[in-house]
């Protein structure tokens, strides 16, 4: 059914039922949002599906039908959204739309836990996330993620971003970390995964499966190698922080880059993950109407979206470039 059509339906309370599908919801929504924007769509919206709700038998209470919470946060997301794709026809974002991570049913999980979302104070007005702000940039900031001693005590590990959420160290399909240690170490190893390595911060030589060691510091490319062989560090100056991506092998493949940037920088995204480390110096990152700024240490992530990003270092910066997509 083509979008006119469908809102026209919503409007006139004539929808079916079976046909009231979260697909249609965010069509809608889109459709509200670019015609009045966020604010005034929400209002729209909440009658509309009052109305279309008590068309269809269902009624409106504190554990059914209308959802305040959802409703709101989907129109503050969609705007956002729809500000990625200002050039499309508005059928066609729509359409991009529901393809995008917002049509993954269970997308505001990412900002809300289950409780809090699915209560009836939700239901009935606005709540706040309580896990992130509403944004399509996911930004953890340094010295965000809860460090981890390791058990030997010479060493701890940050976890910055891991999939699928809560995965352990044996069942992830990739993972974004920061590990720091004053002393030489072997590094653990990992069956089955590809693993990349750059220095933050100190200098070490590098030994991979007898390999020739290779010397590494915070302007070195980064390596990547087996998880499957042993690699240990020998620090020539200390301390010593490094910046690691694993990805299992024959579900997802990656690459990290170290990339110097002194001015605007544009990044295409094509429905991967990118993300981007601002290792030395501040810079921005921008999409659509979306701006943040990260300092040394923050990580930016895009999850699933396509256009183009914008980074805007403030003077040179050193950036850390992560792609990771399905094998």
């Known amino acids: 059914m083509d979008l006119d059509s469908l809102v026209s339906q919503f409007l006139s309370c004539t929808l079916p039922k079976s046909e009231w599908t979260h697909q249609a919801h965010l069509r809608v929504g889109a459709w509200h949002v670019h015609h009045y924007g966020p604010d005034d769509a929400l209002q729209r919206l909440r009658t509309g599906i009052r109305r279309l709700n008590d068309a269809h038998g269902t009624p409106n209470s504190e554990t059914r039908g209308y959802h305040e919470t959802i409703t709101a946060a989907y129109c503050r997301l969609i705007a956002l959204f729809l500000c990625t794709r200002s050039s499309e026809h508005l059928e066609k974002s729509a359409h991009h739309l529901i393809e995008s991570p917002l049509g993954v049913r269970n997308f505001l999980l990412g900002f809300y836990s289950a409780p809090l979302l699915m209560s009836t104070e939700a239901r009935q007005t606005w709540k706040d996330p309580d896990i992130r702000e509403l944004s399509l940039i996911r930004v953890v900031r340094a010295n965000q993620s809860r ?120 990044l295409q995204l094509q429905g991967n993950l990118i993300a981007l480390l601002s290792s030395k110096g501040t810079a921005t990152v921008s999409f659509g109407s979306q701006h943040e700024k990260l300092a040394a240490g923050d990580l930016a992530l895009f999850e699933g979206w396509y256009g183009t990003a914008t980074l805007i270092p403030e003077r040179l910066v050193n950036v850390l470039l992560i792609e990771i997509k399905r094998a």
């Open 147 to 266: 460090r981890t001693e390791w058990k030997n005590g010479l060493g701890w590990t940050e976890e910055i971003a891991v999939s699928p959420i809560g995965a352990s160290l044996d069942n992830f399909d990739w993972r974004i970390s920061i590990a720091g240690t004053e002393s030489d170490a072997a590094f653990s190893t990992f069956p089955s995964v590809d693993r990349s390595l750059a220095i933050l911060n100190g200098v070490i030589e590098l030994s991979i499966a007898g390999n020739p060691s290779l010397s590494l510091d915070e302007e070195s490319t980064p390596v990547t190698f087996s998880g499957d062989v042993d690699s240990s560090a020998r620090i020539e100056l200390g301390p010593l922080v490094d910046f690691n991506v694993m990805t299992r092998r024959g579900s997802f493949v990656h690459r990290l880059i170290r990339q110097p940037m002194d001015g605007p920088t544009q």
